[in-house]
């Protein structure tokens, strides 16, 4: 089970890194059906960065949301303990946010990381995955004796 995260404010050149690489995983987007491209980039606590991003399904309900894959490709390679993601699209007024399901990944594994919210000029939104997804379930609760 994953460790509850301690978010600690990173320091701008961490913060740029990790806007570059999800401005960078964007581009790599498979949205023929959406046009929405969406990239991610995942700090871990020990400094590696995971990117990943949206990949859409003539199916639908098979897509899924570059935050997810980021996520998933740092777990498959034994990563659990997760610092920041930020996330990035091609919205000009309004801050990228991840939908419903990402956030209930996210929270698998801690609710006190940091979420950055891009625009494509460069500005950001910081908040933690708890402010995202407020009294949410999470692994602890399946420890919980009714």
Sequence with gaps: MAQECSAG?????????????????????????SHFPV???????DGKIFSGCNVE???YPLGI????TAIQKAVSEGYKDFRAIAIASDMQD???????????VMREFGCTWTVY??????????????????LSFGPENLQKTP
């Design 9 to 33: 404010a990173l320091e701008l050149q961490q913060v740029q890194r990790l806007l570059l690489s999800c401005q960078e995983a964007k581009k790599a987007a498979y949205c023929p059906y």
């Design 39 to 45: 990239g991610a980039a995942l700090l871990t606590q």
């Design 57 to 59: 399904n003539a199916c």
């Design 65 to 68: 949301c570059a935050e997810r």
């Design 94 to 104: 309004d801050f990228i946010s991840p939908c419903g399901a990402c956030r209930q």
């Design 117 to 134: 919210m891009t625009k494509p000029d460069g500005t950001y939104l910081r908040k933690t995955v708890q402010e995202l997804l407020p």
